[in-house]
């Protein structure tokens, strides 16, 4: 069973920036993911990345947060900037069951990372 383990969540202030990495246990070519949920709301697709370099954006990240990966270490990054108190969310890491973009379904999840922006 493959393991991912997303670190670099924290507390930031308004207009910050945070890295979020995620750490797969084995090697895949699958697409990788990140997802959020913030309280009371469903769980959303921000961004994800093919093996060979495509990315997908949800419109309310797009232009700010960039998804990035490198399968020699079997990491996952999300570069987030100018951060909005309305990103605070528990994020999550996940891995799809292709390579290929679309159709697109998580098959495995981390179990997530906080992040909370302040105003």
């Known amino acids: 069973q493959v393991q991912l383990v997303e670190s670099g969540g924290g507390l930031v202030q308004a207009g910050g920036s945070l890295r979020l990495s995620c750490v797969r246990s084995v090697w895949s070519s699958a697409v990788m993911a990140w997802h959020r949920q913030a309280p009371g709301k469903q769980r959303e697709l921000i961004a994800r990345i093919s093996t060979s370099g495509e990315t997908t954006y949800a419109d309310s990240v797009k232009g700010r947060f960039t998804i990035s990966r490198d399968d020699a270490k079997n990491t996952v990054w999300l570069e987030m900037n100018s951060l909005k108190p309305e990103d605070s969310a528990i994020y999550y890491c996940?891995?799809?069951?292709?390579?290929?973009?679309?159709?697109?379904?998580?098959?495995?999840w981390g179990h997530g990372t906080q992040v909370t922006v302040s105003s």
């Open positions: 996940a891995m799809g069951w292709y390579s290929r973009m679309d159709p697109y379904s998580p098959r495995e």
